[in-house]
């Protein structure tokens, strides 16, 4: 494994993420979904369109020209005092490295970086299901599209370094059934399951409810570590509500108004998906499964424990064991560099926190190994869990 001089502690992000190729929905996609994803030009720029649809989610989705890795980084940490738009925020764009979205040259982009291992997200794959929730079949066919793709382009195990996170619908059981026998066939350690409720045919459900429970014994039986990385989950309608928009897209790198900026980091679709997972018993059911929120940040943490703990109190009758109790045996969390990761160690134990860059997006990291710095004070066992050993073990593997 490289180290970038004598760490004296392994280094496993919890959060790179690769830049999509535009392959990556059309290669695989079956004849009858033809054109069902595709870019198109508007204006002189590149543009995705699902089922015929523009979307403005993510400006350029061929990822040719990008922001800088960590743009944002000094923004999030110690904010904005000269209000300067997001584009002045972000700053100048740059060409995208080959190790942005090809496997090969990734590998050696974090041996620059000195991180061992890395967990690795898509990108653009963000947009899809809210997009289309109204047509499970098609959102089947594109995740397999994509999920082959990864399979072929990034591998769900790439040397014991890299491990790319094939996404899992949900909204037909059967087939979410039949992709993860797929994922799991082709190697995945670990499942990209969006924080949303499910779409099925008969209109939006929790994943975590009973009916699921044949695919998520099979997750359990299988070991796989489930993901819920930050996506769209469609909440951007219910803001958009209160704001006079008609239109439900969610456009995150647009300059927001006074009551967005308020909501921005209440983290309502990972602290609702939690409270499903737990509150409706999946958790208590399959106590093996582990859970990892990621990009999601960890504001919420401490009123959502304060929340369960009150539910404890007067609706025990509803729970077969304590909330909290449940929450801190299953999920493990990711903070934001931003945010305070020591006392989130005192609220959960090192044991559930994991460190993560958001390398290469512009409000992550731009040299990840730095997250360390805001360890200090910690001992020394709790530094290397949460630098690395922690998903070592949720994901069976060694140090060596």
């Known amino acids: 494994m490289p180290t970038r001089g004598d760490k004296g502690y392994f280094v496993f992000d919890a959060d790179n993420h690769m830049y999509e190729t535009p392959e990556a929905f059309t290669r695989y996609l079956p004849d009858e979904y033809a054109g ?31 922001a800088q890795p960590g743009a944002q980084e000094e923004y999030f940490k110690v904010g904005n005092p000269e209000g300067k738009s997001r584009r002045e925020v972000l700053g100048k764009g740059m060409r995208a ?112 409810l009973p009916e699921f429970d044949p695919f998520w014994k099979r997750v359990e039986e299988a070991g796989l570590l489930v993901g819920m990385h930050a996506s769209d989950s469609g909440y951007q309608r219910y803001q958009n509500e209160w704001e006079g928009i008609a239109d439900g897209e969610m456009t995150p790198f647009r300059d927001i108004s006074g009551m ?46 304060h929340d369960m703990e009150y539910a404890w109190a007067h609706y025990p009758q509803v729970f077969d064991e304590n909330p909290a109790d449940t929450f801190r045996r299953s999920f493990i969390v990711h903070p934001f ?26 409000e992550g990291m731009s040299d990840p190994v730095t997250f360390v710095d805001d360890l200090e004070g910690l001992p020394e066992k709790d530094i290397a869990n949460i630098m690395g050993e922690n998903l070592n073990r949720m994901l069976g593997l060694s140090a060596a």
Do not use: C
Request: proline share 8%; no cysteine.
């Open 36 to 66: 069902f994803i595709k870019y198109v030009q508007v204006d002189g720029r590149t543009k995705i369109a699902v089922n015929n649809v523009i979307s403005d989610y993510i400006p350029n989705p061929t990822f040719e020209v990008v």
């Open 337 to 362: 560099h931003e945010e305070d990761p020591k006392g989130l160690v005192e609220m959960m134990g090192a044991e559930h926190v994991v460190f993560g860059s958001d390398y290469p997006h512009p």
């Open 97 to 208: 490295l080959p190790g942005f979205s090809q496997s090969g040259p990734r590998i050696e982009l974090l041996d620059e970086l000195g991180i061992d291992r890395a967990i690795m997200w898509p990108t653009l794959a963000s947009l899809l299901e809210e997009r289309v929730r109204s047509n499970p079949r098609a959102v089947h066919a594109a995740v397999h599209a994509l999920n082959r793709w990864m399979a072929e382009e990034w591998t769900y195990n790439y040397d014991n370094r890299m491990f790319a996170t094939p996404v899992i619908h949900l909204g037909i059981l059967e087939e979410a059934q039949r992709e993860l026998d797929f994922v799991v066939d082709n190697g995945a350690k670990i499942i990209l399951v969006r924080p949303a409720p499910v779409w099925g045919f008969e209109g939006p459900r929790s994943p975590a």
């Open 260 to 305: 967005a900026a308020i909501l921005s980091h209440q983290g309502r679709p990972i602290m609702d998906t939690v409270a499903s997972v737990i509150g409706h018993g999946l958790a208590s059911r399959f106590p093996k499964l582990r859970f990892m929120p990621v990009e999601n940040g960890t504001n919420w943490v401490k009123p959502l424990l």
